[in-house]
């Protein structure tokens, strides 16, 4: 049928059932024509396999027509379900289930789909290149729908890569259960980064733009500070502000400090998106 949903018989039980477990989880079906659960059930764990695209074999039985190995592994009522991993059932069920059901028993043996994601973050957090670790973290949290256990290690790169406005919208995000030792140490980490993050650049030019707050070169020397310092979100928005009031000021070296300012954060950057957005409202 394909590399990841198998009918089983006599002749390829043993190499798919038991062998096969020991690569990767094989979850039983035991069923018959006659069973209406059946082929309620049948269906979902077939969408789910394709869903996994091989992470673990799906093996029918037809119990009527194996009678033997449904006897082997204890079968007394059908629709049943088993987990095989590593030559031995694990787990299982008897009887229909629901998608969510049958997702949140096999979540527990399977990869799951960000997994790989957050291998590349590992990576380029070992390597030190926090700016890398970023896209797959963002991939990785959205695609978990969110799980506490990958904020961590998201704001964790945010705030490496100084952008601590979204590392602090995340951390005032974290339920109240969540807030553990590691969520503490992030809102200490991003404390400090606050402090460290103000250079004596910065400071001058903020001093002078509160005596004069419609100097527009200011805010484009002060933008440039901010980027230079990891802090896009308050570049950004300074940027803005100046094409705002003078779409071509500096001849449109504003615009262009904007637009590479985006183009480094990367596609798919949801800053970056948002201020595409500012950028082509002002202009269009």
Known sequence: MSDFIVNIDETNAAALLIEESHNRPVVVDFWADWCEPCKVLMPLLEKIATDYNGA???AKVNADEQ????????????PTVMVIQNGQPVDGFAGAQSE???MSMLGKYLPKPWDGLLQLAEEA???GDFPKALTPLRQAWD?????????V????????????????ALLDEVR??????AYEQLRAQLEIKREAAKSPEIEALEKQLAQDPENLDLMHQLAVQFTNAGQFKDAME???TVLQRDREHGDGATKKTLLDTIASLGKGDPLAAEYQRKLYSLLY
């Open 125 to 127: 957090i070992a390597e």
């Open 143 to 151: 695609e978990s729908g969110r799980l506490y256990e990958i904020t």
């Open 176 to 181: 109240m259960a969540d807030q553990d030792a």
């Open 56 to 58: 673990f074999l799906l």
């Open 153 to 168: 290690p998201y704001v964790h790169a945010l705030i490496e890569c100084l952008r601590l406005d979204e590392a602090e």
């Open 100 to 102: 969510q059901e049958i």
């Open 238 to 240: 300074y940027l803005i």
């Open 67 to 78: 009678g033997m190995i449904a006897q082997q592994f204890g079968v007394r009522s059908l």
